[in-house]
């Protein structure tokens, strides 16, 4: 398997409103709905390519979540972005009711995700939502690792049918997967073999898991990475089969572990093969300003807690 | 360029299990269900015969809320003239036989928990066998508590019941007909005088003005009551007018049990350019049945067996 | 140990209702706020002996938990209460950021919990605010038994500092804990002893156990049975010694086994103690209309399902 | 019958790590802000000696983004003369040497992220030593990127940076004043014009005239301006006095950058019974600075060094 190098830093949030660009030149019936932070989360490049097909709603995320709905129903595919904090808490019921409950073909795209955000502070930091969006029956929720796969992730859950969440960040975060590299909802891929331990990650937190992984080979433990973007559906046989091989899972993402990646991950692997496992995530705290590598290294989001996090989960194999 | 492939109706996806629930064979025949044929939808339509499908309308929430046992009586009975006049005077563009036709009008129930009258209406209008009414809220009906879209019943646009949702899913339909379809539907929808107090009604308002929805109705089913008590007693929605106004709409102010006053308000909404229209109904809760009349307390009660036969007597032609 | 009796039935909401008039009676800096549907979540009973302390928001649950959180924030304990559809997701962004990011010492009550609310269908039957309300940082989350534990609970709550949850339910379910039953924040309580499996509830799922372990006893099978009234902060300690000593848990919940309690314990035991687990509760639907216990028989939330998840753990029992 | 205990002020619950951001002391030194004294609240006060401060309100505003490197320049600089007159102009009851006092006035910024003024403000009040304003947005700051309680930073009465949540959480404390505690205080709040667009606005709105709230007055920061542009090609929110009037409030326009206007207003706002107050104040996001003045890309950048060096000079007595 080849190794994945770093090409470079970009945000996720650009693969996003580029998936969408791309999603608008083929197909007349995806519609984008702007939530006055368009240059923010990037529905901007949409907007400039189709004007007739963006709608303002300014600053109204649940107003705007209803409004998708209603296109959906007419057979539009609309896409609804903000930041995260908005696009799944301020909207929680509109999502629960008339998106899910009518299993309705909206998509929804939530940026500002984790703490890496830096100087807005806590409350632009979502550390909540992938526990909410997976909750909910009939969503489909996708967190990217990098810039392509967000590009990828857009265009794959605006071809697919049904509610879907995309994940993303605002901060230029290491870029390494190729267009080349392949992207399926509901399908896991493991990014570097190993049988030591498996490293299920999330978002940028794949990177911080395969250089971690490289710093375990020196010490010869191979860790097995592998890149959970869909975490619902969760793909329960490659991480089973991650967890029978390996023994002892770590999690990492940049979310609450309190009900996140961590938790889905649990809730597999007791209910099928109980092996030991540690979450590196942010433990049950809200975020802060300060810059983004500052408040990654001070809440723990980095290679380095990884590194610990599986020399605590090895010691704990039978 | 292409268009992404899209399933919407029907949904069947909400049944759990197999068993669908059976209407009382004794109170198809009482009420003489098998023998009923729809009413007809014309603007042609005399006001007496819109009148008296609002009072099949009405005995029909009766009698499913009776066979119910649970549910709102109160503002399903009290906007039966408005359901008539929309689905029986012409308002609205739908086809029973045909009811996904992509070419007709769009209704949204806004205040789900009226769904009673909903139900009794689009039986009235053929979409359904009538004995379906004797189902309501029973496990696995077509007729849920709430409108669920999961159902696949024709006619539910979507799902409804938490309140001040309904009519943001309207608008995005009249958003999709006006600016990217283009195709001259109409979408109506109801929404409840409580439900006003939800923010979300005045950021959906903002919106539809915004976009010149000029092919989006709202009404307002003004009762003056809501669960706890009268509106002023719970929180004060006056000036009710002064509000859809002051959020760009164009406002038709009418007695909601007027048959004419209800046709002409719709046909109004019909020429408004560039704004959409809220019609703002004057109606009693649970009208025009003697106990319970502009009474709150009906909000969310059935009538029991007696009560029943008492409402229906009153209902007799 | 005693064994629990059925001593009738009624819903938890009265309890919620008769804890909240304590409440008035001994702190005068108790508040209620009434969202027009008080005489079905009791706060009615707090309206009619308190009124001057008793103000209504008339149907909007987002602004209601905001006045709350003001209230808080100049020295009152509000309690706002709505059915937890609306208590915990109308209000998520409000929960996150003004109640819990303030630690805002702001009490929501969660009614019509569960598929047991019956004929109103979907909408109304809340399965996923444990996901919702355990992931917000400094929130805390109790979801009482049975009627007088939820008394027991709503005035613990309000006399502990900080925000909290409490869910409960609207359909008559078994009361079985006792006025001497003892009740505290952050506890777990064995109700039945048993070292062949443990079988961890909440809410009226707890009586459906305690039935459960009944009818296994039968068989030879002695099962753990703990009423884990308090969700977060969960009680580790009384769980894992569980974990330790009978190798097996059932969690049941009148919730979406996606991230609701049986997440909370399976996040607990991978990282100490990884045991088998089997999940009870609604596996990712939507309610629908019927009647509660058609309802609760068809989505498994019975000491039926109870019986067999613990058949299948304990099979699984190397 | 008792209280229960509370713990309101002030809570350290928000620092990641020990350690405290520093002011770069060659900043300090050149802003000579060892040898600043705060200005003095007093209805007394000229409008000359509250211009003044919110001159110097102004020049901190941009010394602190600049240095922050990150942060919202146009809604702070443009509410600036509001923010003075507030907190100089005798309007707002507060001791600054005992910030937590029990019987001071209430401020919340619900337009969190205007939070620069407020810092701005509360240093020149005396809050805090003005060179902690060099650590906005810094790691450990107690000046967050929006108001953040858990760092307990004096003035700051509550968390805001959702918009439309701060102005219910200001309701909720006049409702605490007016009806529960009876304590004559009163609750100032800011929304931005943009924020009008957020539903729970007009359910506080609503809520708030209904409890007749007279000791609750909210002042709308009229700047026409959010974030991807001017509020009309965003979402319309006009005719916004209509709005207000509609939902129960007294109104009163003004010109948001006449301190004369802005002390007649909250004069006007003190003695207006059984209503709350709101203020519209036209104001220009950026103001005064001559390449900034009424630019929405002005919303949330901060200046660089050569940016604010010339808005520095034009801000010099
Ligand atoms: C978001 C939400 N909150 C609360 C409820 C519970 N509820 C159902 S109907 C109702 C009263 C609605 O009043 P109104 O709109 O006037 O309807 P009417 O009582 O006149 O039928 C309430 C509070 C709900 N369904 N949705
Ligand atoms: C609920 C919510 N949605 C979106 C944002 C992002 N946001 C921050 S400021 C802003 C524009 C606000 O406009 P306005 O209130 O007019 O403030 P101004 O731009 O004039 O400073 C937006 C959309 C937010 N902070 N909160
Ligand atoms: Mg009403
Ligand atoms: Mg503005």
């Known amino acids: ?318 | 360029m292409s268009e992404l492939p899209f399933h919407i109706y029907p949904l069947e996806t909400g049944f759990h299990g197999p068993k669908r629930p059976v209407a009382n064979p004794d109170l198809v025949a009482e009420y003489n269900y098998a023998n009923f044929s729809p009413f007809k939808n014309s603007s042609g339509n005399t006001d007496e015969y819109i009148a008296s499908a609002a009072k099949e309308i009405r005995r029909d929430i009766i009698r499913s809320l009776v066979e119910a046992k649970s549910g709102h009586s109160g503002g399903p009975l009290g906007i039966a003239d408005v359901m008539a006049v929309l689905y029986f005077g012409g308002v609205m563009n739908y086809d029973a036989t045909n009811p996904w036709l992509e070419s007709r009008d769009r209704f949204v129930l806004s205040a789900g928990h009226m769904a009673p009258v909903l139900y009794a209406t689009l039986a009235n209008a053929g979409f359904m066998k009538k004995e379906e009414l004797l189902t309501l809220r029973k496990l696995n009906s077509r007729l849920q508590g709430h409108p669920g879209r999961d159902m696949g019943l024709p006619g539910i646009e979507t799902s409804t019941g938490s309140l001040g949702q309904g009519m943001g899913i309207a608008a995005g339909m009249a958003l999709a007909d006006k600016h990217v379809s283009k195709n001259g539907r109409r979408v109506y929808c109801i929404t409840g005088d409580g439900e006003l107090q939800e923010g979300e009604i005045w950021e959906t308002a903002m919106f539809a003005s915004h976009w010149k929805l000029d092919n989006f109705c709202v009404l307002v089913d003004r009762n003056h009551c809501q669960i706890d008590g009268r509106n002023p007693d719970v929180m004060e929605v006056d000036p009710v007018e002064d509000k859809w106004k002051a959020f760009g709409f164009h406002t038709i102010h009418i007695n909601g049990h007027s048959i004419s006053e209800i046709r002409n308000a719709y046909k109004e909404a019909a020429t408004v350019k560039e704004k959409p229209t809220c019609i703002i109904a004057e109606t009693y809760m649970g009208h025009p049945i003697s106990f319970m009349n502009d009474d709150y307390r009906w909000h969310g009660k059935p009538p029991n067996k007696d009560q029943a036969v008492l409402a229906l007597a009153e209902l007799a032609n």
């Open chain 1, 1 to 318: 398997m080849t190794k994945f190098e770093l090409l470079g830093k970009k945000a996720t949030r650009f693969g996003f409103g580029e998936g969408l660009v791309t999603l608008g030149e083929r197909y007349e019936n995806v519609i984008v709905l702007g939530g006055d932070i368009t240059g923010s989360v990037m529905t901007s490049y949409f907007q400039e390519k189709f004007p007739d097909r963006f709608f303002s709603t300014g600053i109204m995320e649940a107003t705007a979540t209803l409004v998708a709905t209603g296109l959906a129903l007419s057979g539009k595919v609309p896409f609804f972005a903000s930041y995260g904090a908005f696009a799944a808490c301020r909207n929680t019921d509109m999502l629960r009711i008339s998106v899910c409950y009518n299993d309705a073909n909206v998509k929804i795209g939530g940026g500002h995700a984790g703490i890496s955000v830096g100087p807005d502070g806590a409350t632009h930091q979502v550390l909540e939502e992938i526990a909410i969006t997976r909750t909910l029956p009939n969503m489909t929720l996708i967190v990217p690792c990098d810039f392509a796969e967000a590009k990828k992730a857009t265009i794959a859950m605006g071809e697919f049918i049904g509610p879907a969440y995309i994940r993303f960040g605002r901060t230029d975060t290491p870029m390494f997967t190729k267009d080349d590299t392949p992207f399926e909802i509901g399908k896991a891929r493991v990014f570097r073999e190993g049988n030591d331990v498996a490293i299920c990650a999330c978002g940028p937190m794949v990177w911080e898991a395969l250089v971690a992984a490289e710093k375990l080979a020196e010490e010869g433990i191979q860790a097995r990475v592998i890149n959970v973007s869909t975490i619902k559906p969760l793909d329960n046989e490659t991480i089973l089969a991650a967890a029978r091989e390996c023994g002892a899972v770590v999690s990492a993402e940049e979310h609450q572990i309190t009900a996140g990646l961590g938790g889905a991950i649990a809730e597999l692997l007791v209910k099928n093969n109980p092996v030991p496992m540690e979450f590196v995530g942010v433990n049950d705290k809200f975020g802060g300003s300060g810059d983004p590598d500052e408040l990654m290294a001070l809440f723990g989001l980095t290679s380095v807690t990884i590194i610990e996090s599986v020399k605590k989960v090895i010691a704990r194999k039978n």
